[in-house]
């Protein structure tokens, strides 16, 4: 298998509103990236996901984008995005930057012009539609933020679609001309010398032609998330989609070069059969939520072993897996776990076959942060009041984008003022200096994963599940090394094929050479160098 970057790289997701700040407005900076970089280095990964910095009215903090070729002033300037983006590749960093070509703000200049009237040359450029006979909203799709996926437009009496808030309008993909537009926003970038992009909502970017209402969902019932109601068969994964990842995969083509492949990764909330068809249409690497949303509601070794083994059996030899355990919408991994089993989770994640994406302050098990009602932020948990959704962008997602901690000084380093999010409840002694200090900490397990992991086989061995008793999950990566996971807090055994080494454990104390029988203390995993 060919080598490429973006197959042995860990990619380490920041969400720039809450890494560092360095004008003391208490929200953080692409400067503040800039600084930390050093930091990210040591770490080992290889590439950075910025979360959106582009010009908008922060209604949905960057997701709601005005101009898709500027930054917004409460992150910097363009020059400050350039000099991170010069500093990054001189240190051997990558950096993917989130594109959001499903929906622009309400403010975009686009859509003011496509909304002054009917006639107007950009009324195609949004998804329109002409009321119900009741005069109500077109048809029944559901919203992810809740309520009607359609807002009225009194001036012209038409209905426009947004699958998020109302003041993020859909753009309609089936017009050339917006598809050309978005493809020039991606030159602009990747001629700026992005090395890629992290796609919003990817298999969302095509409706139903008709519009038709969504059919009911049978295992709905009374208190789940509203938009469960249905099953989306006519506003997700429309067939018309993967022409349009072809295409955006051949602007990428047109800037890369060997060793300096453009990436594509695309979020995409859908179950193997379908996610995989994406890795077919051009998108190098369709995230892979089934950790999140399988694996971490029910974490027994059974049930992990049935995920890797389906993803694993559905991937062509020209597909790369990938795997991820959180990320800017999701609850933090030590909150789901336990800091123990997030260890594990770790070790496991930094072993599987294919590219791991990591969440900031993941590295020093940062669980969810504590709002007090007067300081939510999020617009889904104001709209939604807390209610907390089974799939995609679940409300009340500010407990996972809090401030990283990084030293004991006045607002842990973050910023010389009060930070837009609280700090974390024991930042004075869960932050990144505490933890380098301590040679067992999480901090260290994880530097010391990413390092083991650029072994080759590791990298592109071939993924085997090794049978194990009841509460170990084990695998084989290639011939030469096993992973063994205790998912209890219990001491379990396991058999080995041959002796080996251990040559990494969670508790970060054991390096020996074992022979037919391995013991797994309580909440321990280890890799074990057999031969």
Not at 14 to 35: C, K, M, W
Not at 140 to 150: K, R, V
Not at 235 to 257: G, H, I, K, N
Not at 326 to 335: K, W
Request: hydrophobic content about 35%; overall charge negative; proline content about 8%.
């Amino acid at each position: 298998m060919a080598s490429m970057w973006w197959k042995e790289a860990v990619i380490y997701q920041i969400y720039p509103r809450s890494f560092q700040d360095t004008n003391a407005d208490g929200v953080g900076d692409l400067e503040g990236i800039r600084r930390r970089l050093p930091y990210l280095k040591s770490l080992g990964v290889d590439a950075v996901w910025l979360s959106p910095f582009y010009k908008s009215p922060m209604r949905d903090f960057g997701y709601d984008v005005s101009d898709y070729c500027d930054v917004d002033p409460i992150f910097g300037t363009l020059e400050d995005f350039d000099l991170l983006l010069s500093e990054a590749h001189a240190l051997g960093l990558k950096v993917l930057i989130d594109l959001v070509p499903n929906h622009t703000s309400s403010d975009h200049p686009w859509f003011l012009e496509s909304r002054r009237d009917r006639s107007s040359p950009k009324r195609a450029w949004y998804v329109w539609a002409d009321p119900a006979p009741d005069g109500g909203p077109p048809n029944n799709w559901q919203s992810f933020f809740g309520g009607p996926a359609w807002t009225l437009d009194e001036g012209s009496g038409q209905y426009y679609l947004h699958q998020f808030l109302p003041e993020q309008p859909d753009l309609n993909w089936r017009n050339p001309e917006v598809r050309k537009a978005i493809h020039e926003v991606m030159r602009f970038w990747l001629r700026r010398g992005v090395d890629g992009f992290r796609v919003d909502t990817l298999w969302l970017l095509a409706e139903d032609l008709l519009l038709r209402d969504e059919p009911g969902n049978p295992d709905w019932r009374p208190g789940m998330w509203d938009r469960g109601r249905h099953l989306h068969i006519h506003m997700e994964d429309q067939p018309e989609t993967y022409a349009y990842v072809r295409e955006m995969r051949f602007v990428l083509d047109e800037f890369s070069e060997p060793g300096r492949e453009r990436v594509m990764v695309g979020e995409i909330y859908l179950p193997f059969p379908q996610l995989v068809r994406y890795s077919q249409a051009g998108c190098h690497l369709p995230f892979n939520f089934h950790l999140i949303f399988r694996g971490l509601p029910d974490w027994r070794a059974e049930n992990l072993a049935r995920i890797v083994e389906e993803y694993e059996s559905l991937l062509t030899p020209w597909d790369w897996p990938n795997w991820v355990l959180g990320n800017h919408d999701q609850p933090r991994l030590a909150s789901r776990l336990g800091e123990a089993q997030a260890r594990v989770a770790a070790m496991l994640l930094f072993t599987l076959r294919g590219t791991p994406t990591w969440y900031y302050g993941d590295e020093i098990g940062l669980p969810n942060g504590e709002i007090p009602p007067e300081k939510v932020q999020d617009p889904a948990a104001l709209r939604q009041k807390g209610r907390r959704g089974e799939h995609g962008l679940p409300p009340g997602r500010d407990p996972v984008r809090t401030p990283m901690p990084w030293d004991t000084s006045p607002y842990a380093g973050f910023s010389s003022v009060e930070p837009w999010l609280p700090l974390n409840p024991d930042w004075k002694t869960r932050n990144v200096a505490e933890m380098e200090k301590d040679p067992r900490s999480m901090l260290h397990l994880v530097r010391r994963l990413i390092a083991l992991r650029k072994d080759q086989e590791l990298l592109y061995g071939a993924y085997r599940t090794h049978r194990a008793e009841a509460g170990v999950y084990a695998y084989h990566r290639g011939e030469g090394w096993l992973v063994a996971l205790n998912l209890t807090g219990k001491e379990r055994g396991l058999e080995l094929p041959k002796g080996g080494q251990v040559a990494l454990s969670t508790h970060l104390d054991r390096e020996e050479k074992v022979e037919g029988r391995l013991l797994l203390r309580p909440d321990e995993g280890v890799v074990v160098r057999l031969g």
